[in-house]
């Protein structure tokens, strides 16, 4: 139970009262007869009533002008509710309706680099002029366009002329390497692509335009490139693939058409809007697709009146587009705000890199990941003296569990005054399941509450409800944003298996997660095997692929573990061939096979070398029995006997747990 002298920063009247949620409180009050004293009652009711509180966001935020719709809810059962039906809502629609002149629509950032602004009017000519190439190219609703994109203008013009044209969008970010990128892509089977000549990171120019001629020959579907000049734009004059039946466009020659008028698809409210890409722990990535509808209104709840997101704000995320978090800030277009672009290393040219571009953009709502805070806090950083963050009103925080010590240090060295908000969800719904509000107050080591709308509730094995002790983080009743289904999953069995084989009918996110009375949640890491670094995710399975096929590597395993210090352990066990020796040339060899083929995130912190690996009976590995070791649990408690092949082998990793 948190208690009052952990508090670490508490809403002032102005803040409360100027308060997005304060004003939906008013109106609910004017409007509907209903008074809430404060947060808990409020979320008790949007979790209870989900027909009237989801109702009452529609009505808020104007969507009753744009369309009707028959009922809220249809069958509430999960998988497969069914949200306003008869409705209809265009994605890209909504975000140019909060256009305006009076600010702009984009700032885009690179490393080192001055800042570029977009206006409201710019970004609807060039995503008219896309939505039209798109269109010549034969694109339909209901197609795939896929991007190989860093984090620039150049994405948000792709997704938003992607959804005005009722297409399905998805994206990978180009520090993934060629079969990662293709074990998405492949699924989605895109006839577009949109790929950059490279990125920049950590003071380097990473030129991908080979990468891309990989893609292109692994992408049967394929029909059109088109090549994005970031690094430099005469790069795309010559042609990046080889294949006959591809024809290669250059991104400022589609855009020059000064006539295009933007026009939305009228799509239904469950109409595929975009495949975000998660990762079980084997096989291949899950294409997790959301509609337009369900999008708006959550990311219209969640931002506006969870996180406080308003049309005068300036919104940075660092994130690369490959993280949910990506698709989060875009949407801040729904409210009318600015959003803030940057392509480049959180930590150039030195740990506050992120501060300096929010200095530089004036951003006034700022977030990261938890592994940039408590890496600045291990430097030594002291933002608040090294940088003008004057602009800055709110912080969010997501990827994995803030340490207590990190907290105190975003209190007294980052922005001081200014709201941390540590807010959990995931690229499964795309939105927060627990989060902030600007009526409660900050307390270290936990989050504020759950969002308004979601039945958050923490259980244990036999599907009780736990209050102030550990079980599995669940959700009770539907969300708007939960996917419609699973790319190449028909039958819906990929899906029911990822979220409701444990509780049925009940959602299970795969974190462990503690709920106390006052409504504070601390999220405890992930209860599953998926790797998590800085919120992107990766199964194991994929690190298997590289590794294993390596003559020197007989076996493997790899966990990714949140320590109770606030780090994140991701260390790789290899079990060697015969005559192999796990010297630093191999350790070299597997961090290089990794970096290339995956992405950076993923090289492990420690390679070390096992006798074996231990598995189940039936031949699976003992991946999360091996990460609650490394958290602490004892090994009676994770295995029963008699049950494991090498049971040994955890005592073995009991002992290297004590070194971490």
Same mark, same amino acid.
């Given at each position: 139970?948190?208690?009052?002298?952990?508090?670490?920063?508490?809403?002032?009247?102005?803040?409360?009262?100027?308060?997005?949620?304060?004003?939906?409180?008013?109106?609910?009050?004017?409007?509907?007869?209903?008074?809430?004293?404060?947060?808990?009652?409020?979320?008790?009711?949007?979790?209870?009533?989900?027909?009237?509180?989801?109702?009452?966001?529609?009505?808020?935020?104007?969507?009753?002008?744009?369309?009707?719709?028959?009922?809220?809810?249809?069958?509430?059962?999960?998988?497969?509710?069914?949200?306003?039906?008869?409705?209809?809502?265009?994605?890209?629609?909504?975000?140019? @309706?909060?256009?305006?002149?009076?600010?702009?629509?984009?700032?885009?950032?690179?490393?080192?680099?001055?800042?570029?602004?977009?206006?409201?009017?710019?970004?609807?000519?060039?995503? @008219?002029?896309?939505? *039209?190439?798109?269109?010549?190219?034969?694109?339909?609703?209901?197609?795939?366009?896929?991007?190989?994109?860093?984090?620039?203008?150049?994405?948000?013009?792709?997704?938003? *002329?992607?959804?005005?044209?009722?297409?399905?969008?998805?994206?990978?970010?180009?520090?993934?390497?060629?079969?990662?990128?293709?074990?998405?892509?492949?699924?989605?089977?895109?006839?577009?692509?949109?790929?950059?000549?490279?990125?920049?990171?950590?003071?380097?120019?990473?030129?991908?335009?080979?990468?891309?001629?990989?893609?292109?020959?692994?992408?049967?579907?394929?029909?059109?490139?088109?090549?994005?000049?970031?690094?430099?734009?005469?790069?795309?004059?010559?042609?990046?693939?080889?294949?006959?039946?591809?024809?290669?466009?250059?991104?400022?020659?589609?855009?020059?058409?000064?006539?295009?008028?933007?026009?939305?698809?009228?799509?239904?409210?469950?109409?595929?809007?975009?495949?975000?890409?998660?990762?079980?722990?084997?096989?291949?990535?899950?294409?997790?697709?959301?509609?337009?509808?369900?999008?708006?209104?959550?990311?219209?709840?969640?931002?506006?009146?969870?996180?406080?997101?308003?049309?005068?704000?300036?919104?940075?995320?660092?994130?690369?587009?490959?993280?949910?978090?990506?698709?989060?800030?875009?949407?801040?277009?729904?409210?009318?705000?600015?959003?803030?672009?940057?392509?480049?290393?959180?930590?150039?040219?030195?740990?506050?890199?992120?501060?300096?571009?929010?200095?530089?953009?004036?951003?006034?709502?700022?977030?990261?990941?938890?592994?940039?805070?408590?890496?600045?806090?291990?430097?030594?950083?002291?933002?608040?003296?090294?940088?003008?963050?004057?602009?800055?009103?709110?912080?969010?925080?997501?990827?994995?569990?803030?340490?207590?010590?990190?907290?105190?240090? *975003?209190?007294?060295?980052?922005?001081?005054?200014?709201?941390?908000?540590?807010?959990?969800?995931?690229?499964?719904?795309?939105?927060?399941?627990?989060?902030?509000?600007?009526?409660?107050?900050?307390?270290?080591?936990?989050?504020?509450?759950?969002?308004?709308?979601?039945?958050?509730?923490?259980?244990?094995?036999?599907?009780?409800?736990?209050?102030?002790?550990?079980?599995?983080?669940?959700?009770?009743?539907?969300?708007?944003?939960?996917?419609?289904?699973?790319?190449?999953?028909?039958?819906?069995?990929?899906?029911?298996?990822?979220?409701?084989?444990?509780?049925?009918?009940?959602?299970?996110?795969?974190?462990?997660?503690?709920?106390?009375?006052?409504?504070?949640?601390?999220?405890?890491?992930?209860?599953?095997?998926?790797?998590?670094?800085?919120?992107?995710?990766?199964?194991?399975?994929?690190?298997?692929?590289?590794?294993?096929?390596?003559?020197?590597?007989?076996?493997?395993?790899?966990?990714?573990?949140?320590?109770?210090?606030?780090?994140?352990?991701?260390?790789?066990?290899?079990?060697?061939?015969?005559?192999?020796?796990?010297?630093?040339?191999?350790?070299?060899?597997?961090?290089?096979?990794?970096?290339?083929?995956?992405?950076?995130?993923?090289?492990?912190?420690?390679?070390?070398?096992?006798?074996?690996?231990?598995?189940?009976?039936?031949?699976?590995?003992?991946?999360?029995?091996?990460?609650?070791?490394?958290?602490?649990?004892?090994?009676?408690?994770?295995?029963?006997?008699?049950?494991?092949?090498?049971?040994?082998?955890?005592?073995?990793?009991?002992?290297?747990?004590?070194?971490?």
């Amino acid at each position: 139970m948190s208690t009052a002298t952990d508090v670490l920063w508490s809403p002032g009247p102005s803040q409360t009262e100027g308060s997005n949620v304060a004003a939906f409180l008013r109106w609910l009050d004017r409007t509907r007869g209903l008074s809430f004293p404060g947060y808990p009652e409020l979320w008790e009711w949007s979790t209870t009533d989900l027909p009237g509180f989801w109702s009452a966001v529609w009505e808020f935020y104007g969507l009753d002008a744009v369309t009707g719709y028959d009922e809220v809810l249809g069958d509430p059962s999960m998988p497969g509710a069914t949200w306003f039906r008869g409705a209809r809502l265009n994605f890209a629609e909504r975000c140019f @309706a909060q256009a305006t002149d009076a600010r702009p629509a984009l700032i885009s950032v690179s490393e080192g680099g001055t800042s570029a602004e977009t206006s409201w009017e710019q970004l609807r000519h060039e995503t @008219a002029a896309l939505a *039209a190439a798109l269109k010549d190219m034969g694109v339909r609703p209901g197609d795939r366009v896929a991007g190989y994109l860093p984090n620039t203008s150049h994405a948000v013009v792709a997704l938003l *002329a992607t959804a005005a044209i009722g297409a399905v969008w998805t994206v990978c970010s180009p520090d993934f390497g060629t079969p990662s990128v293709l074990a998405r892509l492949r699924q989605a089977r895109p006839t577009v692509l949109l790929a950059a000549d490279g990125y920049h990171h950590g003071g380097k120019e990473f030129d991908r335009r080979a990468a891309v001629s990989e893609i292109v020959d692994g992408l049967p579907t394929l029909r059109h490139l088109v090549a994005v000049g970031h690094l430099h734009p005469s790069s795309a004059a010559a042609p990046w693939s080889q294949r006959p039946e591809v024809t290669q466009h250059v991104w400022p020659e589609l855009l020059a058409r000064p006539g295009a008028q933007l026009d939305f698809a009228d799509v239904p409210f469950d109409h595929p809007l975009w495949i975000l890409w998660s990762s079980g722990t084997t096989g291949v990535p899950k294409g997790i697709v959301q509609g337009h509808g369900g999008i708006v209104v959550e990311l219209l709840k969640a931002l506006g009146l969870g996180s406080d997101l308003r049309a005068d704000d300036r919104y940075f995320f660092h994130t690369s587009t490959s993280w949910m978090v990506w698709n989060l800030m875009v949407a801040g277009l729904l409210h009318g705000s600015t959003i803030v672009l940057y392509d480049g290393s959180p930590g150039y040219p030195d740990i506050n890199g992120v501060w300096r571009v929010a200095e530089q953009t004036g951003a006034t709502m700022v977030g990261v990941g938890a592994a940039y805070l408590a890496a600045a806090e291990a430097a030594g950083a002291h933002p608040a003296a090294e940088t003008d963050l004057s602009a800055v009103r709110s912080v969010l925080q997501t990827g994995s569990a803030l340490p207590v010590s990190t907290w105190h240090w *975003a209190a007294e060295r980052l922005v001081p005054g200014a709201w941390v908000q540590s807010i959990c969800g995931g690229t499964d719904i795309c939105s927060v399941l627990a989060g902030g509000s600007p009526l409660l107050p900050v307390r270290a080591g936990r989050i504020q509450c759950p969002a308004l709308g979601v039945a958050l509730a923490s259980w244990d094995p036999a599907g009780q409800p736990l209050v102030g002790e550990q079980g599995e983080l669940v959700v009770t009743a539907p969300l708007p944003s939960m996917p419609l289904h699973f790319v190449d999953d028909p039958g819906g069995e990929r899906y029911r298996a990822s979220y409701f084989d444990v509780y049925p009918g009940v959602w299970r996110h795969g974190d462990w997660a503690i709920l106390d009375s006052d409504l504070t949640v601390v999220v405890a890491g992930r209860s599953d095997s998926t790797l998590n670094r800085m919120g992107v995710r990766m199964g194991s399975g994929d690190i298997y692929e590289v590794v294993e096929p390596l003559p020197q590597i007989a076996d493997s395993l790899v966990v990714g573990a949140e320590l109770s210090d606030g780090r994140y352990s991701m260390p790789l066990f290899v079990v060697l061939a015969d005559g192999a020796r796990l010297d630093d040339a191999l350790r070299k060899e597997i961090t290089t096979a990794i970096r290339s083929r995956l992405s950076p995130r993923h090289v492990p912190d420690r390679i070390e070398q096992v006798a074996a690996v231990p598995r189940t009976l039936t031949g699976k590995k003992l991946e999360v029995p091996v990460k609650r070791i490394l958290q602490g649990a004892r090994v009676c408690d994770v295995s029963a006997e008699g049950a494991v092949a090498h049971p040994e082998m955890l005592e073995w990793f009991a002992e290297f747990a004590a070194q971490l």
